[in-house]
Structure formats: C-alpha cells, structure tokens
C-alpha cells in the first residue's frame, strides 16, 4: 500500500496533460510495453504492508493540512519507478506532513517506508536503448515543456499548455496538495486501485 499526496482537480489535469507527451509516436514498435504507463500524478509520504485492508482514517492524522508543494528540479533515475521525477523543494510544510504521517503509522503499529522522498514521477520508462530515459529529460526541455533558469535562485517551472491543458498552466512552479489517497500498489503501474481519498 502507499499513501500519496495529490494535487487539487485543476492542478492534476494540468499535470496529466504533460504526463502524456510521447517523443516519438511514430516509431513505437522499439517502445516496450511496460514504458509510458498512465498514472496520477503525486508525491508518496509512505510505503507500508498490511495483513487487512487499511482505513485511511488509521493511517493520516487528523489535523493534517493542505500542503504546497515547490518543483525545484528534474531527475533523470536508473530504476524503473525512478525513471524521470520532479524532484520538489524539501519545505518545512512537506517534510513535516511526511513526518507526522510516518510518526503516526508507526504509532498504529504499522511499519512504513518513505524512500526517495521527495519525488513526483512524470513517467516510467523500461529502456529500449540505454540513455532514453535522458533523452526525454532532454526533450522536455528542448520542447518548452521543462524550464530551468539557474544562478541566483534557481527558477524550475513546468509548462502544461503545449500539451493542451489551460493558459494559467504556462509555467508551472509546483501545485496545493489538496488531498492524500490510499493506493493497492501490488499489480503493475496502470492497474494500481485508488482504495480511499481524504481531503486535507
């Protein structure tokens, strides 16, 4: 199971158009079946196993407060589930809704992970050829879709629109963590089951 942190409606469709840009949809055939799978976008605050079926209600604390989220870079992994994420900023907000979710499992006895925290994946790649992963960090930025600005404070924004999603979406900086869901994560990415939603 894992519990994610969830951009608001308007955010996550944003999100999502950008999410299924492709760089080459006219030579899928080298395309492996487990790359490009659709998912939501979010951050995980935990990982965990459980003999049951967990209530969300057991597993975020009450209190627990809408949270924003800052880009500040893109990441390029050498695993599959790592394959291209936005990393965000480590703000005192997030980190302390990490925590509080962690300290709160383990006082349910439940025991959790929250490796590579945090992140948010854009896409899952299996690579058909080595460096595809880079390549398409490489696209997103040649195409608009990605833009960094460094020296001084480094300015990360994501522009959703060239994938069809609305004007205000031009240069995203981050998003309103709205709500955390529960998710079955145990079958491959695009049959992973959203089991409970709670709003922040």
């Known amino acids: 199971y894992a519990l994610w942190l969830v951009p608001s409606g308007p955010e996550a469709e944003a999100l999502r158009h950008l999410m299924r840009f492709r760089p080459r949809p006219d030579n899928p055939r080298n395309e492996k079946p487990k790359s490009y799978p659709r998912f939501d976008p979010h951050i995980t605050l935990a990982t965990f196993l459980c003999p049951h079926r967990p209530n969300i209600f057991q597993l975020v604390p009450m209190g627990a407060k809408t949270t924003p989220v800052h880009f500040e870079s893109l990441e390029v992994g050498d695993e599959y589930l790592s394959s291209l994420s936005i990393i965000p900023k480590k703000s005192s907000e997030l980190m302390q809704l990490r925590d509080r979710v962690m300290d709160h499992l383990k006082a349910n006895s439940i025991r959790a992970m929250s490796s590579s925290f945090p992140h948010m994946s854009l896409f899952y790649l299996d690579e058909s050829f ?52 529960l998710v079955d994560c145990t079958e491959g990415v695009e049959d992973w089951t959203v089991l409970d939603r709670r709003d922040l």
């Open 130 to 181: 080595k460096g595809e992963r880079l390549l398409l960090s490489k696209q997103l930025r040649e195409t608009g879709r990605v833009h960094e600005q460094r020296g001084g404070e480094t300015n990360f924004t994501l522009n959703c629109t060239v994938d069809g999603a609305g004007p205000e979406f031009d240069a995203m900086k981050g998003f309103e963590g709205t709500e955390i869901w």
